[in-house]
């Protein structure tokens, strides 16, 4: 089964349709919520790269969806992997586009080598 990786502070991945109408790989998968940086990096070193991850940018107090991002991007230039497939479902429509445009420019400049 795909795992997913949700990461976000307020959105509960188990209700309501927030993995069907936000994850890029359906919602017949194995959800793995973390709410914020600490989680998601540690998530991320034990277990390796899930297939896919749900970004949210505004996670409360200290570190963003965005932070966890440029380190997922490092994280990836390090090891030579490519970037799991991704989805932002965070209500911050500027946090949206930084993420976006990370991971896009990641993609171009560092995948297409």
């Known amino acids: ?5 949700w990461l976000d502070d307020m959105r509960d991945p188990y209700t309501r349709t ?3 109408d936000f994850s890029p790989i359906g919602f017949n998968v194995d959800i793995n919520w973390v709410k914020n940086y600490s989680e998601f990096i540690e998530w991320i070193e034990i277990n390796g790269l899930p297939d896919a991850i749900c970004f949210d940018h505004d996670l409360g107090i200290g570190n963003t969806g965005y932070d966890c991002a440029k380190w997922l991007v490092d994280f990836c230039m390090d090891n ?3 970037l799991p497939i ?3 479902q965070s209500s911050n429509g500027v946090g949206i586009e930084n993420i976006d445009m990370l991971f896009k420019n990641y993609i171009k400049y560092v995948e297409n080598i």
């Not at 089964?1 to 990786?5: A, Q, S, T």
């Open 1 to 5: 089964m795909e795992k997913l990786l």
């Open 18 to 20: 927030w993995v069907e």
């Open 80 to 82: 030579h992997f490519k």
């Open 86 to 88: 991704y989805n932002i």
